[in-house]
């Protein structure tokens, strides 16, 4: 079975533009969250969609926005980039919504901001 | 600001050495989780743990959850080339969508 996928895997950007990441779960994973990780920190939680539906947001400002689609597969959305938005974002999916049962991560797209 | 402290920060020791790595909070966690992060991939789980005091083990690595369950450990016995990765702690509470991680250990067994 295929794993959490995501893409691009990489890519660069320059202030003020827009980005769009790409996420598909586990097949039978109804719930997708976001994470930003920058070098050398751990993982923040951006967004949790569960059945199409924002459940939880992190810490973050508005220019970061996602979405679920009916398939299950997520979009996050990043505007007006700025130097500091440069990290690895990572897709992770489980079946449910609340912290039961595994997390499983994807490999992340890594974004350069220029 | 990590919610959760991990120690050291970085680590480096022959094959066949024994290390722990740390994980305090001030916080209460329902569950612990640790994870191993390799360079180009996302974080693998390894082990969760639920219960205050309790103890896992898998094969070489040992993980223990503090009795206030606010704090845990990881030990690797005769630590191996192949344990060389990013090792991470996150908390979730009861009935949380998120977890919240630790800044992470990299550790680096020379062969």
């Known amino acids: 079975d295929a794993g959490v996928t995501q893409s691009p895997t990489h890519l660069i950007k320059t202030r003020g533009q827009h980005v769009t990441l790409r996420c598909s779960p586990i097949s039978g994973h109804k719930s997708v969250s976001w994470y930003q990780q920058v070098l050398g920190q751990g993982p923040q939680f951006i967004f949790q969609?569960?059945?199409?539906?924002?459940?939880g947001r992190g810490n973050f400002p508005d220019r970061f926005s996602a979405r679920q689609f009916p398939n299950y597969s997520s979009e996050l959305n990043v505007n007006a980039l700025l130097l500091g938005d440069s990290a690895l974002y990572l897709c992770a999916s489980r079946v449910g919504r609340v912290n039961t049962g595994e997390l499983f991560f994807g490999e992340g797209s890594r974004l350069t901001v220029l | 600001t990590q919610l959760l402290e991990q120690s050291p920060q970085f680590l480096s020791i022959q094959e066949g050495e024994n290390l722990t790595v740390y994980c305090n909070s001030s916080s209460v966690f329902s569950s612990l989780q640790w994870y191993r992060q390799e360079p180009g991939e996302g974080p693998v789980l390894l082990v969760t743990v639920v219960t205050g005091g309790e103890v896992k083990k898998l094969k070489r690595l040992t993980f223990q959850f503090g009795d206030a369950r606010k704090d845990s450990s990881l030990h690797i016995t005769a630590a191996q080339p192949g344990d060389t990765g990013l090792y991470l702690c996150?908390?979730?509470?009861?009935?949380?969508?998120?977890?919240?991680f630790g800044a992470g250990t990299t550790v680096t067994v020379r062969a």
């Open positions: 969609y569960y059945e199409k539906e924002e459940r």
């Open positions: 996150a908390g979730a509470g009861s009935n949380d969508y998120k977890l919240s």
